[in-house]
């Protein structure tokens, strides 16, 4: 129960905020929080839990991979901007600030019992769980393609084995070779990533002088982000390597063999591809979808105010499979959420203040050397959901030296956003 | 010359304890805990060791009154950085003079 001065100072405040019922912890012993995923949601949650309650909640952080490796910048790492060693890191800092890390893989959420149940049989009993799995791939969501078929045609959107795959078969492609590129429908991780991506692979081959390949992008979305800003920069900097075609030109992807590396469009068929890179639907981590935390689309609803899942008060959704409105899926929209809802997880367990929710995010792109573009804003729950106020772009046009800045405000926000999720 | 900037040092010595005594008054006991808070949003990209890494400044040690005249000078746009401008825009005089004497108080790691 909580007592007096807990209520006064902030327990009230988050009752009134988040219209709770009173914790029911335990006399005694610590409220436990147990987060699932050590990405940039879950490792910046369950390190600001434990670091701002200065040890008065037990944090479990249940993360299968030894070592981090970020998706943000993996499209530098395949353009020759990073090498990799600078895109994978440890997760050895985080005990020391008070997260008990486990290494395993988490299969369900019990939410009657409130325990977390890992593949190896064991269960953590929780008071409240952080769930931030990030996405899954959907293998059936292009004909022909598969899990089997992943080596084959390569999709790189779960780093680790993939992102150096695609490097490897990109680096091979001969002069003359084509790329296709098969972008994926929304909502995905990373709404700038593909076109990013495009934007390093047409590097690469420029660089090595493969001129004569060229890149054709598959899309089937009508429009992307930042599509004006990259386009411009695919004229200025690649042109007559990137061809990007929307689904009225494409009139819709058919099928893809891996076997002969073929795509089938409505409009035409690419064969013999040298790399053919698919960027399949997505939906929420299989923990997420299995728990019963996501609705029919695949992704789960949670409360603006506090990221707290609709379907369980006990439990808090993060970063790419969460339903979040207005902001993007990245890893700085999942690193800001984090933040807001350990702030308000704290708060009830532990009575320390709550304050409101705000958001923040911004997605750097790089186009090619000194070439970098962003898009940003604020965000603040509003009717229901987390809504943008303050958005704001890059624009066309722009002078070299003020792309040269983005970008070091780029290489900034990687070492800075490291440095709050693993501390 | 050494007239003016110990002039200029002395009025920014001057609004600093101002700022601080305003803060501790108006914004009571929990200021220090607001600025905290909220400078979750400044330490994604900005580093809390005072470190500088690309084209993002250190913001830890600086002086509580440079601070608030930096950040009022994104949000009149006077500073043209699209980030800072809409960062800045969203926080009110309580809520910068709450950052500032936090990040004041962060001392940077040698």
């Known amino acids: ?423 | 010359m050494q007239r003016l900037s110990f002039g200029f040092a002395l009025a920014s010595l001057v609004s600093a304890t101002l700022l601080a005594f305003s803060a501790a008054v108006a914004g009571v006991s929990g200021d220090r805990e607001l600025g905290q808070y909220l400078s979750s949003e400044c330490v994604t990209c900005h580093l809390l060791s005072g470190k500088v890494v690309g084209g993002v400044p250190a913001i830890v040690g600086v002086d509580a009154a440079s601070f608030v005249a930096v950040m009022n000078s994104y949000k009149k746009k006077e500073r043209d950085n699209q980030v800072m401008q809409v960062i800045a825009a969203k926080f009110n005089d309580e809520e910068i003079a709450a950052l500032a004497v936090y990040f004041e108080s962060v001392k940077p790691k040698r």
């Open chain 1, 1 to 423: 129960m909580a007592n007096r001065r807990q209520f006064l100072v902030g327990g009230g405040a988050a009752f009134a905020s988040l219209g709770l019922v009173a914790p029911a912890i335990a006399q005694g012993a610590k409220p436990r929080v147990v987060v699932i995923g050590g990405g940039a949601g879950g490792a910046t949650a369950a390190r600001y839990i434990a670091k701002d309650s200065e040890g008065k909640i037990a944090v479990t952080l249940v993360e299968e991979n030894a070592n981090y490796q970020t998706c943000f910048h993996s499209n530098l790492f395949l353009g020759g901007f990073r090498d990799y060693a600078s895109i994978q890191h440890s997760y050895g800092n985080l005990p020391k600030q008070g997260v008990n890390v486990m290494r395993a893989r988490a299969t369900v959420i019990d939410r009657d019992k409130k325990e977390v149940v890992l593949s190896n049989g064991q269960r953590l009993p929780y008071d409240r769980c952080v769930v931030s799995p990030g996405i899954d791939l959907r293998y059936d969501s292009v004909p022909g393609w598969s899990k089997a078929a992943e080596d084959a045609m390569p999709h790189a959107w779960k780093p680790g084995a993939q992102t150096r795959l695609l490097r490897r078969r990109l680096d091979a492609v001969p002069n003359g070779g084509n790329i296709i590129m098969i972008a994926p429908p929304n909502p995905f991780r990373c709404p700038p990533g593909p076109y990013e991506r495009v934007s390093m692979m047409a590097h690469a081959l420029k660089r090595t002088g493969r001129t004569r390949s060229k890149i054709f992008v598959i899309d089937p979305k009508e429009s992307f982000s930042k599509q004006g800003l990259f386009q411009e920069g695919w004229e200025k900097h690649y042109a007559g390597l990137v061809e990007w075609l929307g689904p009225k030109i494409h009139d819709g992807i058919k099928s893809v063999d891996p076997k002969t590396n073929t795509v089938v469009t409505g409009f035409e068929t690419y064969r013999n591809a040298a790399l053919v890179n698919v960027i399949p639907a997505q939906w929420a981590g299989a923990i997420a979808r299995d728990s019963k935390l996501a609705n029919d689309a695949g992704y789960c609803p949670i409360k603006p105010e506090s990221m707290q899942s609709t379907m369980d008060p006990n439990i808090y959704v993060l970063g790419d499979s969460a339903i979040a409105g207005d902001m993007p899926k990245s890893a700085f929209s999942a690193n800001s959420q984090a933040k807001v809802a350990a702030n308000a997880i704290r708060g009830e367990l532990t009575g320390s203040r709550v304050f409101p929710a705000r958001y923040t995010n911004t997605c750097w792109s790089l186009i090619e050397t000194d070439d970098t573009v962003k898009v940003g804003g604020t965000f603040e729950p509003k009717d229901g959901k987390i809504a943008s106020v303050t958005p704001f772009i890059s624009k066309t046009g722009e002078p070299a030296d003020l792309r040269k800045q983005t970008q070091a405000e780029n290489m900034g926000w990687y070492a800075g956003i490291i440095a709050d999720m693993f501390g």
